[in-house]
Each structure stands twice: as C-alpha cells, then as structure tokens.
Nanobody, 118 residues
Framework: QVQLVESGGGLVQPGGSLRLSCAAS????????MGWYRQAPGKEREWVATITGGGTSNYADSVKGRSTISRDSAKNTVYLQMNSLKPGDTAVYYC????????????WGQGTQVTVSS
C-alpha cells in the first residue's frame, strides 16, 4: 500500500507565496518521477511541474519563473514552492509519483486546496 500525504495549501493574497509538500510512504522500491498537477473549478486537470530522480525539473509555462519543484529522496518527499501567486493559481493541487514497487505504477495524493484571493 502506497500513500501520498499533501500539506501546505491554504488561502493567500495575490503576490504571496506558499510551499506545498507531499510525502510518499508504503511499499516503494524506488521513485522515478515526482510532480504536481492542479485542477481549477470547472477546468480539466493541468500539469504543473515534474522532477526526476536525477533532479531534472520541468514546469508548465503558466508557473515557470514563479515556482520551484524540489525533492528529498531520503524522505520520499516532493515540494512545490510557489511565489508571486495570482488568482489564476487557485486550484486543488495534486501530487503524484511514478514508483517502482516492483512494477511501475502512478500514485496520486488526495489534493490540497490553494486559494489566491484578497
């Protein structure tokens, strides 16, 4: 059984910052990729950022330059630092991992709400 527990969401004013965390636990042999998606009300789920085991990161254009993804492999934890937040960043943020245990499987977190509003 693999579980992903997210934290760090909340209400923030435009221009503010938040740091999301996602810790994976359970029967995990290794994690190839960790990342984040988000889903705003009435919209489809949107990819946000990804980081590989080697530390290579990629970002959606909508967050590039304002966000930083990082991981602590020893803790099986991925972070998303978001700065200069805009109302358009309001969404439920979901973390995911591509894990080997020993088959390759994608696991999802339960989601954490980020609301950017004055």
């Amino acid at each position: 059984q693999v579980q992903l527990v997210e934290s760090g969401g909340g209400l923030v004013q435009p221009g503010g910052s938040l740091r999301l965390s996602c810790a994976a636990s359970g029967s995990i042999f290794s994690i190839k990729v960790m990342g984040w998606y988000r889903q705003a009300p009435g919209k489809e789920r949107e990819w946000v950022a990804t980081i590989t085991g080697g530390g290579t990161s990629n970002y959606a254009d909508s967050v590039k330059g304002r966000s930083t993804i990082s991981r602590d492999s020893a803790k099986n934890t991925v972070y998303l630092q978001m700065n200069s937040l805009k109302p358009g960043d309001t969404a439920v943020y979901y973390c995911y991992i591509v894990a080997v245990n020993p088959s390759t499987t994608i696991y999802w977190g339960q989601g954490t709400q980020v609301t950017v509003s004055s």
